[in-house]
């Protein structure tokens, strides 16, 4: 994920400044959010939570993630449900850019990935889709051609949403 929004938001915010701290899983964030968030100093700072659902409860896990972020209460937390994956299989013309795939753009048409955000297994779907998938190449891939005003992956738009207002925050 951190590989992905590294690329794909400074050339569709640009200049926004931002830092993307990564954690080793889901424990490590659940653990040290709390403290991170309240040891930070920098004045005006925006915090965005972000996590995977991995086939969890997207309500529920959006709720307990709020109350670990009591230390800054205007902390927005956002939930890429099922997997990042999902938000890829959002943009089927952006696919298959990345991939150099012409049937790829099709996958609108197809009932099951026309709310992508309910493909329960995304990155499995894709490794099916196209067969030399990985994870970080993709994320590359990716960053460089996903349209945000194309893509129908709600949590994916929901991301946007949340950059674009706190970027409007901090420039305020």
Same mark, same amino acid.
């Given at each position: 994920m951190k590989v992905f929004l590294e690329s794909f938001l400074p050339r569709v915010f640009r200049g926004l400044d931002f830092i =993307? @701290?990564?954690?080793?899983?889901?424990s490590d964030l659940?653990?040290? @959010?709390?403290?991170k968030l309240q040891a930070w100093r920098e004045p005006g700072a925006r915090f965005i939570v972000l996590r995977d659902n991995d086939g969890g409860d997207c309500g529920a896990l959006k709720r307990h993630l709020i109350s670990l972020c009591c230390a800054k209460p205007d902390?927005?937390?956002? @939930?890429? =449900?099922?997997?990042?994956?999902?938000?890829y299989l959002g943009d089927?013309?952006?696919l298959s850019a990345a991939f150099d795939d012409?049937?790829?753009?099709?996958?609108?048409?197809?009932?099951? /990935?026309?709310?992508?955000?309910?493909v329960q297994r995304p990155s499995q779907e894709l490794?099916?889709?196209?067969? +030399? /998938?990985?994870?970080?190449?993709?994320a590359r891939r990716m960053a460089a051609v996903m349209d945000p005003h194309r893509n129908r992956s709600e949590s994916f738009r929901?991301?946007?949403?949340?950059?674009?207002? +706190? +970027?409007?925050r901090?420039?305020?």
């Open positions: =993307c @701290i990564m954690h080793e899983g889901k659940e653990r040290s @959010i709390r403290r902390t927005t937390v956002r @939930i890429a =449900c099922q997997e990042l994956e999902a938000w089927p013309e952006a012409a049937n790829l753009a099709g996958l609108a048409r197809q009932a099951r /990935f026309r709310e992508p955000d309910r490794q099916r889709l196209v067969p +030399s /998938f990985q994870k970080v190449a993709a929901a991301l946007i949403d949340a950059v674009r207002r +706190s +970027s409007l901090y420039a305020s």
